[in-house]
């Protein structure tokens, strides 16, 4: 069983700053991504960011020059440093990881920014 454990949200002003972790734990073994992920409320989830092994990052459009994603191999740890923060960036943020070909998301922790 894989645990992802995420932690580091809550309210910001605009323009602001927030960083995001998930460890995960348990039956994890060779992890080829991890990423990070949004959900705003009556909205599909959207790319926020994912970083392979080799550390190639991706990162939606909306958070692009903003935000910077990391990994810790040694505890199987992905970060998400959030900068200059925006309300359109409220939203519930879930990370995941891709483990042997199966995808792990974690229970989400809630980013809130105010104008």
């Known amino acids: 069983q894989v645990q992802l454990v995420e932690s580091g949200g809550g309210l910001v002003q605009a323009g602001g700053s927030l960083r995001l972790s998930c460890a995960a734990s348990g039956s994890i073994f060779s992890i080829s991504a991890m990423g990070w992920y949004r959900q705003a409320p009556g909205k599909q989830r959207e790319l926020v960011a994912t970083?392979?092994?080799?550390?190639?990052?991706n990162y939606g459009d909306a958070v692009l020059g903003r935000f910077t994603i990391s990994r810790a191999d040694a505890t199987n740890t992905v970060y998400l440093q959030m900068n200059s923060l925006k309300p359109e960036d409220t939203a519930v943020y879930y990370c995941?990881?891709?483990?042997?070909?199966?995808?792990?998301w974690g229970q989400g922790t809630q980013v809130t920014v105010s104008s």
């Open positions: 970083i392979a092994s080799a550390g190639r990052t």
């Open positions: 995941n990881v891709v483990s042997l070909g199966v995808v792990h």
